[in-house]
């Protein structure tokens, strides 16, 4: 890989300046809605009106948070996208870190992933993609096990889900 220049790098270093303020306020907010999934469904299938919801998760952010994440934050509570959220953060993470053209793995599990299977997966696929690549974790109950791996439009499947369906095409393909 070539050296990176002066220049990029003074606007990499700008950028993840810029950003910083609202990754890690949407990093709270993120991690609040993760740790009270009935605060989170709440917001998105209440039956209050959009203003109200969206006056309660605005005020979950950090005193002086960027106006942007309070907008950002609307935008998905209108558009039924909060459940995205801690994928939005993990995205905005690798490129305040790798610049704005940064690789994103999103690996999918059927259960939440620790801090040491992080690392793991993490340590595995910079050795395989190189060492500029952000992670994103997601989980999907629907995999039945086993992972998914997306990077670009290159997808990595080893699911249950995948394997079961494979077997019963394989099973009702007339030999």
């Known amino acids: 890989m070539p ?19 609202l990754v890690e306020a949407l990093r709270v907010v993120a991690e609040r809605l993760e740790g009270d999934p009935a605060l989170r469904s709440d ?8 203003a109200s919801r969206h006056a309660e998760i605005v005020a979950l952010l950090p005193s002086g948070s960027p106006d942007a994440a309070g907008r950002l934050l609307g935008t998905m509570l209108e558009r039924g996208d909060l459940q995205g959220l801690p994928g939005v953060v993990g995205h905005l993470d690798a490129m305040a870190t790798f610049g704005p053209a940064a690789q994103v793995a999103v690996v999918t599990t059927t259960l939440p992933v620790g801090p040491a299977e992080r690392d793991a997966f993490g340590k595995s696929l910079r050795a395989c993609y190189g060492g500029d690549i952000g992670l994103v974790f997601e989980t999907d109950p629907g995999l039945l096990g086993g992972v998914t791996v997306r990077i670009g439009d290159q997808i ?20």
């Open 3 to 21: 050296p990176v220049s002066a220049p990029r790098q003074y606007a990499l270093a700008a950028f993840a300046m810029a950003t910083a303020p």
């Open 43 to 50: 917001l998105e299938e209440g039956d209050r009106d959009l």
């Open 156 to 175: 990595i499947d080893g699911s249950v889900a995948t394997k079961l369906s494979s077997l019963g095409e394989s099973l009702l393909t007339p030999r």
